[in-house]
């Protein structure tokens, strides 16, 4: 286990919904990215925060947005749920002082969009 | 063309056999490469990293890296069935508004035989 927890575990929405995700990060891990995982793919990256800051932003649309607090904990929001948001998203926390490739994986949530 | 290319397999291995993962990538600004496992319905589990080019031992696996041919390799030895799960490779860069994304693989589906 990597101590990075996710809530909740599976989510199911309709089309045009919008859904709200958490993520709590490792203890001492103050950096918090977020991918999404279709089925049968390697997870692609929406973004990443540090400090409550946005820090870096893969090629998502502007309706997936996020939020870090100041315990370092995330949030994932999508709004306008489309068939194609139907994933698994997965948080990953990593220590700043350490490079960025030690990335931690939560355990995910299945979003279902119908 | 993806930045970084992996066969889906599956590829199926009985206990005890020596098993060889690969991937390719294409861009050159990679410096860090790393192995996650995935079982099903899980989050993928970092098993090593490696900085540019070089071999890297833990236990059963060796990952490998060739930066003249952009290749990547995850070796095991010694097989077991616990080893089946989706092996993901993955790159990233430092520096730059890349700085912390992961890219993935597609992952290979391994299944190891008793």
């Known amino acids: 286990e990597t101590g990075v927890t996710q809530s909740p575990t599976h989510l199911i929405k309709t089309r045009g919904q919008q859904v709200t995700l958490r993520c709590s990060s490792q203890?001492?891990?103050?950096?918090v990215s977020w991918y999404q995982q279709a089925l049968g793919q390697g997870p692609q990256f929406i973004f990443q925060y540090y400090r409550e800051e946005e820090n870096g932003r893969g090629n998502f649309p502007p309706r997936f947005s996020g939020l870090q607090f100041p315990n370092y904990s995330s949030e994932l929001n999508v709004n306008a749920l489309e068939l194609d948001d139907s994933a698994l998203y997965l948080c990953?926390?990593?220590?700043?002082?350490?490079?960025?490739?030690?990335?931690?994986f939560g355990p995910g949530t299945r979003l279902l969009v119908l | 063309q993806k930045e970084v290319e992996q066969d889906p397999g599956p590829l199926s291995v009985p206990e005890g056999a020596i098993v060889s993962l690969n991937c390719t990538y294409s861009n050159s600004a990679f410096q860090y490469f790393m192995w996650y496992r995935q079982y099903s319905r899980k989050g993928p589990e970092l098993l090593m990293y490696t900085y540019s080019s070089g071999n890297k031992e833990d236990g059963r696996f060796t990952a490998q890296v060739d930066k003249s041919s952009k290749y990547i390799s995850l070796f095991i030895r010694d097989s077991q069935p616990s080893d089946s799960a989706t092996y993901l490779c993955a790159a990233t860069q430092l520096g730059g508004t890349s700085y912390g994304k992961l890219t993935f693989g597609q992952g290979t589906i391994l299944t190891v035989h008793p």
């Open positions: 990953a926390s990593s220590p700043k002082t350490q490079r960025g490739e030690t990335q931690y």
């Open positions: 203890s001492g891990h103050n950096t």
